[in-house]
């Protein structure tokens, strides 16, 4: 009977892993004739890139790290609206005011500051 007490327990634990955040990031370094880059995989669409003393995020969001003790960004990239890609409090986390935000018109309203981003017209 003693052995079944142990389950709730585990499963507490396992819950709150998500809670407290992933303390290392996947990462690779790409070597290049101007110098590493480091990319980090974040979470889901979320990505952080490191080159010659410049930060770069894709799809900042909150869940995947406390974006106000990273890096801050030099720019930022938004790829849609949807909530698990455009996160205006870790937007708001990891820019200063020289950040350059790039977002799509949908985007524009939750990123403040931002500029659109035109897709290009398809190549024949």
């Known amino acids: 009977m003693k052995r079944f007490a142990l389950i709730p327990t585990l499963l507490l634990a396992v819950a709150a892993v998500p809670l407290f955040g992933q303390s290392k ?5 790409l070597k290049s004739a101007e110098g590493n ?15 010659k003393g410049k ?10 790290g406390d974006f ?8 930022i990239l938004v790829t849609h609206e949807h909530g698990d890609h455009l996160d205006s409090a ?3 986390g990891c820019r ?10 949908a985007c ?9 981003m035109k897709t290009a017209k398809r190549l024949r």
């Open 96 to 105: 200063t005011e020289k950040t350059k935000i790039l977002c799509t018109a």
């Open 55 to 64: 930060v770069i995020y894709v799809d900042p969001v909150s869940r995947y």
């Open 25 to 29: 990031y996947e990462m690779d370094t």
């Open 90 to 92: 870790a937007i708001e």
């Open 68 to 75: 106000s003790k990273m890096p801050k960004a030099d720019l």
């Open 108 to 116: 524009l309203p939750k990123a403040r500051g931002g500029s659109v």
């Open 37 to 51: 880059i480091i990319i980090s995989f974040l979470g889901h669409g979320s990505v952080m890139f490191e080159f």
